[in-house]
T-cell receptor, first 115, second 115 residues
Framework: DAGVIQSPRHEVTEMGQEVTLRCKPISGHNSLFWYRQTMMRGLELLIYFNNNVPIDDSGMPEDRFSAKMPNASFSTLKIQPSEPRDSAVYFC?????????????FGSGTQLSVL | AQSVTQLGSHVSVSEGALVLLRCNYSSSVPPYLFWYVQYPNQGLQLLLKYTTGATLVKGINGFEAEFKKSETSFHLTKPSAHMSDAAEYFCAVSAGGTSYGKLTFGQGTILTVHP
């Protein structure tokens, strides 16, 4: 298996532009997580899905952020409009189930820079 | 609610020396505990996890951790450091049982290994 695949690896954009991050989870995994990593705040859970349904989006910073999972093999995280404080590494992770003991498999992340 | 505190944002050891990375947690329910490692420009990889049962957990690359409920700790150790162990290490906690398995991460500890 190719693991969790994220695209793009790097994204540089200007303030006010729309940004879309993409994630393909591991085949057979039914839970998907979006994390954000910054120096100041560390790793923060933004939102997670189970069987394509959003379970908890309490970590989404504000209405400018939205996430979708239209099917079991694809998810997007969209920021509109983007701001410089959104600059971070965004990780997608997937797992089998949600009982709390599962291993999370992380993608390599998307490095987002908003100028 | 859960939280994780990693004591020491940077730890430096000599090659061949003992590695000890400290983690204390807070949880209102019996916790599941994890250690993840992150190499530069990569996503996180699971080193080991504790869910139930034996409190001394062995993981990959010679690492192990011991769950001590009385001390609310889950410190990571390795008897002899190798240069390839240089990375950032994250302790994480989730609610076990039938609760949803979202992870709360600590701030991370950067391990440096000197020749």
């Amino acid at each position: 298996d190719a693991g969790v695949i994220q695209s793009p690896r790097h994204e540089v954009t200007e303030m006010g532009q729309e940004v879309t991050l993409r994630c393909k989870p591991i085949s057979g995994h039914n839970s998907l997580f979006w994390y954000r990593q910054t120096m100041m705040r560390g790793l923060e859970l933004l939102i997670y899905f189970n069987n394509n349904v959003p379970i908890d989006d309490s970590g989404m910073p504000e209405d400018r952020f939205s996430a979708k999972m239209p099917n079991a093999s694809f998810s997007t995280l969209k920021i509109q409009p983007s701001e410089p404080r959104d600059s971070a590494v965004y990780f997608c992770a997937s797992s089998v189930g949600l009982s709390g003991g599962e291993k999370l498999f992380f993608g390599s992340g998307t490095q987002l820079s908003v100028l | 609610a859960q939280s994780v505190t990693q004591l020491g944002s940077h730890v430096s050891v000599s090659e061949g020396a003992l590695v000890l990375l400290r983690c204390n947690y807070s949880s209102s329910v019996p916790p599941y505990l994890f250690w993840y490692v992150q190499y530069p420009n990569q996503g996180l990889q699971l080193l080991l996890k504790y869910t139930t049962g034996a409190t001394l957990v062995k993981g990959i690359n010679g690492f192990e951790a011991e769950f001590k409920k009385s001390e609310t700790s889950f410190h990571l150790t390795k008897p002899s450091a190798h240069m390839s162990d240089a990375a950032e290490y994250f302790c994480a906690v989730s609610a076990g049982g039938t609760s949803y398995g979202k992870l709360t991460f600590g701030q991370g500890t950067i391990l440096t290994v000197h020749p």
